[in-house]
Nanobody
């Protein structure tokens, strides 16, 4: 059974920092591309950042220079460090695991991040 469990969301003031993490089980973590997506009220889910099995990263333009994604294969955990947060960063942040060779795609239950102005 695959589980992706996010933690670390919360309420923060604009300009502040917050980190979220996602612990995975039931997958060969090191072989998966891990990603963070977010969904704001009334909007579609969008990619925030992802990190490939080899460590390559890519970010949405809106978060470049402010967010950092990292992974610890020994702990089966992916992290998203968020700095200089803006109200428009508010949303439910979802962890995603994707393995291209199998096409399997998994989602966590999401964690709320709220940035107040």
């Amino acid at each position: 059974q695959v589980q992706l469990v996010e933690s670390g969301g919360g309420l923060v003031q604009a300009g502040g920092s917050l980190s979220v993490s996602c612990a995975a089980s039931g997958i060969i973590f090191r072989l998966n591309t891990m990603g963070w997506y977010r969904q704001a009220p009334g909007k579609q889910r969008e990619l925030v950042a992802r990190i490939a099995s080899g460590g390559d990263t890519n970010y949405a333009d809106s978060v470049k220079g402010r967010f950092t994604i990292s992974r610890d294969n020994a702990k089966n955990t992916v992290y998203l460090q968020m700095t200089s947060l803006k109200p428009e960063d508010t949303g439910v942040y979802y962890c995603n695991a994707f393995r291209q060779v199998t096409g399997r795609n998994y989602w966590g239950q999401g964690t709320q991040v709220t940035v107040s102005s």
